[in-house]
């Protein structure tokens, strides 16, 4: 490979309802497209593995870790971030129960664990099992649960890791948001 | 409290909006234009040296490759400073300059910079940087060295030092002594004695936000955007470094992703990215790597610890003796104090406590949440778990018998202190009195259950802090402070303490951080921001209600003109006249009619004196109750409840207080059952993963606070949180673990192989 040689692709994505067509290095992640291209740095960078859960977005409705989301491999999808949340200044309800049941400190993770819960109410509307629901009683494996138990909840968000500890309060943030948020 | 305090109350984290919308800016979000970025390339042998042939030859590709402006490394890496042994000889920073030469004293010891114009073409040339080494004999465990030939303390006039040592004492608390001694000469020959081997392996900070810096040179003056917990101290340390005046270098630290003590005491990256920028002439990006993460940012040094308790045949301690063995770096001094605690949280005529330090070809170790603490109290809180067991006692009861009602190691009284209440009501929350005292005796659904105590200690600490007030026009006051919000809920608490000390609402009070052009703060860690940078804050605000006073008094046209100064007050943002009938008189309205100099007046920067060095001792004490399942047949241990009773001081915020607390409780879980930097033993090399607790890993929680109060260490009564939560915790598990199963376990993690009946021999009764 020579200088300047190395390739580039436009991709075209719709983020946070906003269209953008932007050249990429074929190498580059989704998460370094958002935040070093498009300065969208809600999204964060954990570790670059995985691992952790902090660079949760929702491509098409379900949710990935951008870090392992190569941006040329999603042309022409729909993205939605942590800064596509908000109803303007109005926050969606579940920012303002991770606001008043204390659902972080360091705040670090904090966006990909509301949009990695925010995907969560979609796929319980949707009927989706998780591990827990095995736990449950079997009509719920038709149909998947109708409410989330607490074991559901912190099942579903296993990916998502917070160092600082702020699990219990996530978990009842989330559970605060399911009778108006979920199906 | 009353209705108008805002210290005690719940309130929501100030910068919580800005955190749950992504807008909260973290060092790395920073948007410079024209932002290079650099990649860091590191050794991979542990001892040795790298060879300038091969390192030529990588420079030569990496140069070429596309996008790549510079490449540093020894080469060509102008020289950096030596740090004088002032900064060097109590806490863990590095006495040798990075890139200063080609030899390789650790795994993971930076070699090179790749600098590009973007992240995926750094990444490109960092790639092409093989390198071949000359290795040398690598001392890799502290027992290498202290039974090598060269165990011998050496090289203390040289940057890479060698063999073992003993440091007097912590940090620079003389008082807090590493090697210490009180009684008799010898142990008692009566009574009942334990004695027992305890390890704690190497455990990673593991912040979700990378260490993370971004430097840009304006002529002379450099600032650096850097995820740090110690501004003021980094300032210096990379002044001393570059060879520039402190005052040409400012630290922006926006908010801090988490710390747990890492991301201070200026680890080589920053140096590094500082050089790069100004060689290159643009701004420089360096974010490390989470593999990067555990060798070059610190990490808890592992520990070997031999305990030994003696008690007489009322259950009282005779004797206790604690030795700890635990490991440096051959380039930086740490010592992980495990013993300290241990020479006052039980009463005893005789105590023994040693620290052996030993430098092994490994990273640079530092301080973690409960340094000292964490590691020391498993092995201390096991102990006296056995020791209780031998004298066929409930093990809270021998707590209470040996209960230390002043402070042995000084001889002082506790300052404010509630640890029998801590364990009466933590006691009777849990449940404890219908623990049976034979393991093996609960089950539930088909697995074992165990119960498990232990108690909890930390000190309070308090350093100098600065604080700015800043008076606006539009009635908002704003006080600052280049403390850092690493997400302890210092902004919080700095403005609730603020509201109080001036008499005004929270909504008129901001409280910032993350500068280094406030007014200098301490590290955040010790516990001590609350107590440190509050100090400052209160009496900043206290000043300026007396400077707004002060004012309406002398001013002819006001309604207190005249008024004593005692007889008038700020009270809910209302200045109000205590003795007569006068009506209140909005601080807002009085602000906005305001004219510069009395808006000038009221700017202002001041500041907090240390803690009092005599006096009773302030110390913060807690005690946990814990149940664990244990499913014997795959080896898993599950923690299921949790109830935790704290003595801290007075409480700013509960809400945060609890999230501080369940926070610490979580680290321990990780350490005990989880967290450990696996090695090969041969070669050093890192293998495999590093656990962490999930959401799916926690129990239910029920965390309270005993009403206290610590007058002596702050005006407003509050001492510090933040490390409290997780000492005693890993013993707290381990002595469950043992209820429910008989098998007693001395070396953390305890994991899969620990627990599985098959494999191992069914437990014995232990009390045969």
Sequence with gaps: MTAGSHPEHTVELSINGVPVAVQTDVRSTLLDLLRERLQLTGTKKGCD????????????????VSCLTLAVSIDGATVLTIEGLADGEQLHPLQQAFVDHDGFQCGYCTPGQISSAHALLGEHARGDLSAASFDGPYTDLA?????????????????????????????EAIASCLPECGR | MTADEAIGRPVNRVEGDDKVTGRARYAADTALPDVQYAVLVQSEISHGSVTSDSLEAAVSRAEAAPGVVCVLSPLNCPPLQMLPEALTWDLPLERRPPLSDLTVQHRGQHLAVVVADTLENAQFGASLMDLAYDELPALLTAREVLDGSEGGNHGDDRMVRGGVYQPDHFVKLPEEKLQDHRGAADEPAEGTRISSRFTTPENAHYPIELASTIASWDGDRLTVYDSTRWIAGERQTLATYLGVPVDSIRIVAPLVGGAFGSKSFMWMHVALCATAARMTGRAVKLVVSRDQMFTSTGHRPRTEQHL???????????SIEHHTLTETSTVAHFCEPAGLSTRFLYRSPRMVVSHTVARVNRPTPCFMRGPGEAPGLFALEVAMDELANALRLDPLDLRITNYADQDQASGRPWSDEHLIECYRRGSDRFGWEHRPHQPRSLRRDGVLVGWGMATATYPGRRMPAGCHVHTRGDGTVEFSSATHEVGTGVRTAMTQIAADAAGLQLSRVAFFSGDSDYPAAPYSGASQTTAAVGSAVFEAAGEW????????????????????????????????????????????????????????QLTFTSGSEGAPEDGPVSQSFGAHFCEVEVDEHIGRASVTRWVAVMDCGRVINPKLARSQVIGGITFGLGMALMEQVPYDPGTG?????????????VPVFDISFVDGTDRHLTAFGARGIGEIGICGVPAAIANAVYHATGRRLYDLPITVENLLSPFGNAPQDPTS
């Design chain 1, 49 to 64: 593995h995985g691992l952790c859960g902090a660079c949760t977005v929702n491509v098409n409705g379900r949710r990935v």
């Design chain 1, 143 to 171: 149909r998947g649960p109708e409410t989330l138990s607490t074991n559901e909840i912190r099942e579903r968000m296993a990916g998502n890791i917070c160092r600082c500890g702020a699990y219990p309060n996530i978990v």
């Design chain 2, 308 to 318: 030994s308790l003696v008690a007489d045949a009322q259950a009282r301690l005779t």
């Design chain 2, 545 to 600: 209600k007396r400077r707004v006073l002060e004012h309406v008094i002398t001013d002819e046209t006001s309604p207190y003109a005249r008024c004593d100064l005692s007889s008038v007050d700020i009270r809910g943002g209302q200045i109000v006249s205590i003795q007569s009938a006068q009506p209140s008189t909005p601080v807002a309205s009085l602000l906005a009619t305001a004219d510069s100099a009395l808006l000038d």
């Design chain 2, 685 to 697: 090399h890192a293998l495999g993963e590093y656990y962490l607790p999930t959401h799916a890993d």
